[in-house]
């Protein structure tokens, strides 16, 4: 359950503004 957490904070500060597009 480690993984998955570092990969959604990789999507969050990968595309932050992205998300608000």
Known sequence: MKPN??????HHVVLPEQVED
Not at 5 to 10: A, N, T
């Open 5 to 10: 957490m570092d990969i959604v904070e990789d």
